[in-house]
């Protein structure tokens, strides 16, 4: 396999205890490629080791791996992205099996799905959160990833270069897949092994903190990606709710003619113009989101695919 034009890009912070083990697996499995270690202000010595080991270090000031995964897009020059973690958890073996499933099935992305092989690789309330993360992203957005905030995943040069980042932390995996999704990439997910942190290593990943970012992350993208179907469920909410405070209304004029309670009266009229303001709002943004894509799909199609299927 010609590996002359794969980058891997490993995101790290505080990795010491891992990230030579890690350059020098990839570089093994991938002879050829450039190694690349995104240090994201490390107080240790992962910078140092990483360069010992072969790598190209490149520091990204901004904090939070979104960031560095945004910095290492823009300025990484390569055909094909491998994007791993420095934890030294993913098999390193997996990826020509993966480089090569991108390739030779032309594909824009391939995940590799983890398969943990002890049970402290995976904490439970991480695998929780993972499930209803990725069964809500599903639901959204109509299909989705069996392990979508997976760490472990291969890119074609079109889907980095037309890919905008707005993600701080570890809520980028969902703005990954969900880039997939939307522009209908042709991606795919494949079993890789998933270990146990080494000795030394420690996970930087809150399971709630990081789920609410997750989640928000979701919501915010549901609202941004489909504002149609966004505000019309604010729609039916209001209306709803100004029938139902409406009915004992009308119950009561057609048996007195009056209206005693005027207040409630004023508030199902505000509900009910707050229902239609709502679904013009989703309206008109639903047509600025099909412009918006529309316009990144062409930023998809500008950027040449040097990778051909075999």
Known sequence: MDDKHIAVLVPCYNEAATIARVVRDFALHLPGASIVVLDNNSTDRTAELARQAGAVVRTVALQGKGNVVRRGFADIEADIYVLVDGDDTYDAAAAPVLVNRLRNEGMDMVVGARRDQQAAAY?????????????????????????????????????????????????????LAVHALQLRMPVAEMETAYGVRPEGSQSKLNTWRDGWRILCTIAKLFKAERPLLFFSLGFAFSEALSVLLALPLLWTYLETGLVPRFPTAVLCVALALLGFLLLACGLVLDTVTRGRIEAKHLAYLAVSSAEKPA
């Open 123 to 175: 904490r439970p309330g991480h695998r929780i959160g993972n499930v209803l993360l990725t069964r809500c992203a599903g639901f959204l957005f109509g299909r989705s990833f069996q392990d979508m905030l997976s760490g472990y995943r291969v890119f074609s040069r079109r889907y980095v270069k037309s890919f905008s980042a707005h993600a701080h932390g570890f809520e980028i995996e969902t703005e």
